[in-house]
């Protein structure tokens, strides 16, 4: 046959095992007719007697006796891979899960989450990719297991998304900046020498536009590609940063925080991962387990959000 129906291993099973077309009907529901034109489709199949007379009964040739001891676990493998996936056993979990992220997210999130895993499931390894664009190419085609940022427009309808917290962007300056001595203005905030932050290089974003809606430009000093080095510049300088609350969190320390004299949309943080995943259960407790550390680490800021389904 060029295409073999691999439903006959079950019948051969059942033949091999009882010895008899009777019996092997009977073990399978079939009417003992049927059961032979199953048996007569094998021997066709195989070029093989298989189950020859003996007296009253059926005994095996010598390719059905060496097919006897393969048949079983094979059938046994087979229906295992059919079944669902087993509970996971974290203890024995090996594997490295990529993580696209940017460089606030691990700096802020990436200890709980890694203490998280060394506890639960040791032998859980991750690779944290930076995050340089919104392309899904890597969740489509498997190198990235989960992303986490803003989803975009272009995101695939496909995707998978679970938020995982909501933010809103501050302003931060070192302290004894001139800027925090007094009401903080739209104006004295545009004033101010400022470090901007784009992966794109793009100049301009939500901050400006809200500033240009009350006819200011924000004073850009500095452009550059990610929230933790501006919050170092920020620190040692006095250029104004401003970052998302929750997503630089501790990475504030030595800083003062101040709320944006403009109104900006808030953003939502969220992770993306393709459907492929979704019945997995290892990438199940990987979803879980980011969830539970970003939870924990606005918990210990003060910084509790709202579920995040």
């Known amino acids: 046959m060029s295409t073999p129906d691999l439903n006959l291993l079950i019948t051969l099973n059942a033949l091999l095992a009882e010895g008899s077309v009777a019996g092997a009907a009977r073990r399978l529901g079939l009417s003992p007719s049927a059961m032979s034109r199953a048996l007569a489709r094998l021997r066709a199949a195989m070029g093989d007697p298989l189950l020859v007379r003996a007296g009253r009964g059926l005994v095996p040739t010598p390719r059905a006796l060496a097919?006897?001891?393969?048949?079983?676990?094979?059938?046994?493998?087979?229906e295992a891979a059919l079944r669902p996936a087993r509970q996971l056993d974290l203890r024995s979990l090996q594997r490295t899960f990529t993580l696209r992220t940017s460089d606030g997210f691990v700096?802020?999130?990436?200890?709980g989450l890694i203490e998280r895993a060394a506890r639960d499931a040791p032998g859980a390894r991750f690779r944290f990719a930076l995050k340089a664009d919104k392309d899904n190419a890597p969740l489509r085609d498997g190198?990235?297991?989960l992303d986490t940022g803003v989803v975009g427009a272009a995101a695939g309808p496909?995707?998978?998304?679970?938020?995982?917290?909501?933010?809103r962007f501050i302003g931060v300056a070192r302290e004894g900046h001139p800027l925090l001595d007094g009401e903080i203005s739209a104006e004295r905030y545009a004033a101010a020498r400022h470090v901007c932050m784009s992966r794109r290089g793009q100049e301009r974003g939500p901050i400006d536009e809200a500033l240009k809606a009350l006819g200011l430009r924000r004073n850009a000093a500095t452009l550059v590609g990610g929230f933790t080095a501006a919050l170092a510049l920020a620190r040692?300088?006095?250029l104004v940063a401003s970052v998302p609350e929750r997503h630089t969190g501790s990475l504030r320390d030595g800083l003062r925080s101040f709320a944006l004299p403009v109104e900006v949309p808030g953003l939502s943080i969220s992770m993306i991962w393709h459907p492929r995943q979704d019945a997995d259960p290892a990438h199940q407790w990987l979803r879980g387990c980011v969830k539970a550390a970003c939870d924990e680490r606005l918990a210990a800021c003060g910084l509790e959000d709202g579920p995040g389904d």
Request: glycine fraction near 6%.
């Open 67 to 78: 097919l006897r001891e393969r048949i079983g676990p094979l059938l046994s493998e087979a």
């Open 107 to 111: 700096e802020n999130f990436g200890p």
């Open 143 to 145: 190198s990235v297991d």
């Open 158 to 167: 496909e995707l998978r998304v679970r938020l995982l917290f909501r933010d």
């Open 236 to 238: 040692a300088t006095d």
